[in-house]
């Protein structure tokens, strides 16, 4: 069966077909500054369908959806509660949900015969225990931490076991998805025990433009001190803080290069913030599991950048944690050395194989 996958992000529309049988990508495609080349998403759509009619000869759509809440733990069949559940989500995820509705509405008009699921970033971490999601803050603000890019996740997980020839529940893993957003998880035979994102995706590792962990008394201090609102506070920590904010850049590309041509001095200390944040994170994972089995780098930064991969890593032999330079140089698979008690791999993420897969075993009644 092949399934369209759609993605809408709030500046662009990703999408491609997948055929599931032999995982497949058979057409893909991006279009983004939309708003500028296009109306809005609809009318993006309508011409991507009208360019490539292949993208209609399907059996089903599945959508990308940021934020499932407590009520959407594994893919649905979309209808319009389920849509109206996702807007009201909003709330949770302003950036994301509102322009995901939006992407199912425009899509299920167009091709109103076909099925249509949703996928959720937060459903593979659904399975997280209380001690894990609950903030020790009062209960009726009902807070909690819920997690994200659980797709890459939990595709990650089974690609890493079966690198390896195991069974995803043989084996305890730490996931690294270091993309432009970034988090870590700690996956107990096959299930997410915890994560680094919390109720949104600000919280964890340093990323591209968002700071991660913060002590929150930094929001009213701000407040007081320099007379910024929460919502600029919110803004600036979304969009301007992490590696731009201690770098000016928030590509990794453009902080080696300030550091190795320019010896910039500023560029070299974003650069260790953020491995050493990811350190403490594997650190904390190690003690969550109790060990692990695997520590697997993927994403953009993740499958491409040794450097961060062997400076996060660095010095943890005591914890049967190695990195080989060759090994690493060369991308992996494996990048620990032959025999380490900790396997270290690199593992491609692939978010549209694994929501077409997803979407066909719900739809196949799996
Ligand atoms: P997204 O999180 O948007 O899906 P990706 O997983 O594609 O993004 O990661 C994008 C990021 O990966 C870029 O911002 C860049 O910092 C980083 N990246 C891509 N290629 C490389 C590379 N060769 N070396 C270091 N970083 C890279």
Known sequence: VRVLTVNCGSSSLKYSVIDVACAQEVVTGLVERIGETFPDHGAALDAV??????????????????????RFRAPVLIDEEVVAQ???????APLHNPVNALGIDVARRALPSLPHVAVFDTAFHATMPPHAYMYAVPREWHVRRYGFHGTSHSYVARAAAKLLGREVHELDQIILHLGNGCSASAVQRGRSIDTSMGLTPLGGLVMGTRAGDLDPALVPHLQRTLGLSVAAIDEVLNKRAGLMALAGANDLREVHRR??????????IALAVYCYRIRKYVGSYLAALGGTDTIVFTAGVGENDALVRAKSLAGLERLGISVDDDLNAAGGPVISPPGSPVCVLVVPTDEELEMATQAAGLLAGG
């Not at 292949?54 to 934020?67: C, F, M, N, T």
């Not at 010896?263 to 070299?268: F, G, L, S, T, Y």
């Open 86 to 92: 996702i807007r009201e989500l909003a709330e949770l």
């Open 49 to 70: 369908l009208a360019a490539e009619p292949d993208l209609a000869a399907v059996g089903a759509v599945v959508h990308r959806v940021v934020h499932g809440g407590e």
């Open 259 to 268: 550091i190795e041509e320019e010896a910039d001095r500023e560029a070299a």
